[in-house]
């Protein structure tokens, strides 16, 4: 039997042999979830080759399809997670990136299990409360004793809704720098924050009779920027999914009633009709058959031409979830900087630990603005998009400190965005200056742009490259050429002065065919 590793690193041959591969790789969805970028590729040469040796109409149009240039060239996108859970605003705090280790080192069931137990997302509070002996319940039993999620829907919906005010989070993600807006529309408690005319037969009234949706998209598009809805069509509490404490119960929790297909479908068709968002983000699953879902995606692209969907409708042939769905713009790491090469990915990450507002987090469990800035450049480097997530207060106010994050960000993009938007990944991503500070590259049409993580001490910077003759430097906020010369092992820019401390400086490198890796 092939290794993993012997596996993805020759992922091409005969349909029938990537079947052969996939089924000898199964097991290895614990070790290697979704983050893993190895196996990401193997998946995506297999969804390739189905869609070739398909026949059917649908099929020939999504194979076909080339993801919109746009998606690629805006780089930078902001994530609203809100939802009844902001009441209590509870989730064990743990690092994300904890979280994903554990669960990619213990692949047995008691490892997984605690995973989800101490799962640091605000979010997901209506399903760690029905996990025996999880934090929450004992956070839930100290502080909210006779209440239940039930009783937050309606005061959320009661009180808290009608005061948001969605303007205030579009502009936030302009002032970010931010190109595109993708917000929850339904998480996996079931509520829903459009009007609906879907109806629920269990929970009538888990929807918001004010359009959010509706209103966030207007005042997103209005500041340039482009909008896209997130929809949880894998889990749904409402429809009486068991709470998801392990692998195998997350594989299990998507409803595979009629019931519920119709339900996610009619609200998908509803979602593109009313929004026609340009961001198709859904989770968890599609609990369909692939002809269904395959005509849902063309339904879509026919009313959203440059649409774009992500990797998580992932659809059902019988009772197994398909490793990966039937098309695909883009896949989705978690909280990390890693992506697929020849794969357009985009990696989705909180200002914190959570998603979902979590009133234990503070200044000291957010990045910084430095931070946030190296994640983004070092994603972008690297080819990647990076989804930021904020995460409005039980009132739909943004986090001081989240704000003020993002707003940072947005002050340095203003000077060096030129490094970031419509750039692609350079010959490396990965460079360091002589005194040790770390590098990324990007590459525009026209040039190859140096992104130094934090503040050269100097009035000299010594990069890892070569540069022909009659190659210029710039950098923002100076009119004329930078000079520089040849060492023996890079290129020396000499600066006006010793620059004063930023989160990164930035210096464009033209024309690119002059710039040559050391």
């Not at 399809?65 to 705090?93: E, M, N, Q």
């Amino acid at each position: 039997m092939l290794s993993f590793a012997e596996i993805v690193q020759h992922p091409g041959g005969s349909l029938a042999m990537l079947n052969q591969k996939l089924a000898h790789t199964r097991g290895l969805l614990h070790a290697n979830p979704a983050n893993d970028p190895q196996f990401l590729s193997l998946l995506f040469h297999y969804e390739k080759m189905r869609l070739d040796n398909a026949m059917d109409d649908n099929s020939a149009f999504l194979r076909e399809r080339k993801t919109p240039v746009w998606f690629d060239d805006a780089k930078f996108g902001i994530f609203i997670h809100w939802s009844p859970a902001a009441i209590p605003a509870y989730a064990p705090l743990l690092p994300p990136e904890h979280v994903y280790a554990m669960r990619g080192a213990q692949n047995d069931a008691d490892g997984l299990s605690k995973v989800w137990r101490r799962l640091p997302h605000a979010i997901a509070y209506e399903n760690a409360l029905r996990i025996e002996h999880s934090p929450t319940v004992r956070y839930h039993d100290e502080h909210f004793a006779g209440l239940t999620y039930d009783d937050f829907v309606d005061q959320f919906r009661d009180q808290m809704l009608p005061a948001c005010d969605p303007e205030q989070w579009a502009k936030l993600a302009a002032r970010a720098g931010a190109k595109y807006v993708v917000l929850v529309t339904k998480h996996q408690d079931g509520f829903l924050f459009w009007p609906s005319d879907v109806d629920n037969a269990y929970k009538s009234d888990w929807r918001s009779s004010r359009d959010i949706v509706g209103e966030t998209a207007t005042a997103v598009r209005a500041r340039g920027m482009r909008f896209g809805t997130y929809y949880c069509g894998g889990a749904d509490a409402t429809f009486g999914n068991p709470p998801m404490r392990d692998h195998q119960t997350l594989i299990d929790a998507p409803p595979r009633t009629q019931e519920y297909l119709d339900y996610i479908t009619a609200q998908w068709d509803e979602i593109i009709e009313r929004y026609a968002p340009d961001i198709a983000w859904n989770d968890y699953a599609f609990p369909g058959p692939r002809d269904h879902l395959q005509r849902l995606l063309r339904r879509y692209f026919d009313r959203v031409p440059d649409g774009v969907v992500n990797n998580r409708f992932q659809e059902y042939a019988g009772t197994h979830l398909q490793p990966c769905p039937t098309y695909s713009d883009f896949t989705t790491p978690e909280y990390t900087a890693e992506g697929v090469p020849d794969i357009k990915w985009e990696a989705c990450r909180s200002v914190g630990e959570s998603f979902g507002y979590n009133a234990l987090e503070s200044g000291e469990t957010y990045l910084s603005a430095s931070d946030l800035v190296h994640t983004l450049a070092d994603i972008v480097a690297r080819g990647g998009n990076l989804l930021l997530n904020i995460n409005p207060t039980a009132t739909g106010t943004i986090p001081f400190a989240e704000a003020e994050r993002l707003q940072a960000i947005g002050w340095w993009l203003e000077d060096h965005g030129e490094a970031i938007f419509h750039t692609r990944p350079w010959d490396r991503a990965v460079g360091v200056t002589l005194d040790g500070q770390g590098v990324r590259y990007t590459r525009a049409p026209a040039a190859v742009h140096a992104i130094i993580l934090g503040t050269p001490p100097s009035a000299e910077v010594e990069l890892d490259l070569f540069l022909d003759d009659g190659a210029e430097v710039r950098m923002p906020g100076h009119n004329a050429p930078l000079p520089w010369t040849r060492t023996p092992i890079g290129t020396r820019i000499s600066l006006p002065q010793a620059p004063a401390k930023q989160p990164a400086m930035t210096f464009r490198l033209a024309p690119a065919e002059a710039v040559q890796p050391a």
